[in-house]
């Protein structure tokens, strides 16, 4: 590995960045840097699996997850605590996410992770 110069430590290109009326602080720390890009890149990914995918609902309220017409798995909103409960197809157990975003990527990852298996 090569040793950086000690000034290009706290450089941030932000030109690497695509860009979007996204806003993206890239003043500050590395470590702050980083964490922002991470999320940043985080947000990226979210809304590309997110548009890799379509919802809709049934009567009751279940949410359905669907890519094509294979049926991913469903989550739908508890009346009691606000939470959201996640069902993904050949999952037995009903995990609680507190946004409705991270449940659908969770029916997502459960069902790329039984393709994959």
């Known amino acids: 590995m090569f040793a950086q110069p000690e000034e290009n430590l706290n450089m941030f290109d932000s030109s690497i960045l695509p860009k979007s009326n996204c806003w993206l602080d890239v003043s500050g720390s590395t470590a ?16 590309t699996i997110l548009g890799s995918v379509e919802i809709d609902s049934d009567e009751s309220g279940k949410y359905r997850v669907w ?10 909103r508890d009346k009691k605590n606000g939470l959201w409960i996640s069902q ?17 990527m969770f029916v997502i990852e459960m069902s790329a992770l039984v393709t994959a298996a």
């Open 67 to 76: 890519r094509d017409s294979h049926l991913l798995g469903t989550f739908q």
């Open 88 to 104: 993904p197809c050949n999952y037995k157990l009903k995990p609680l996410f507190e946004s409705s975003n991270d449940t659908a």
């Open 32 to 47: 702050n840097i980083q964490l922002l890009l991470h999320q940043f890149l985080e947000k990226q990914s979210e809304e």
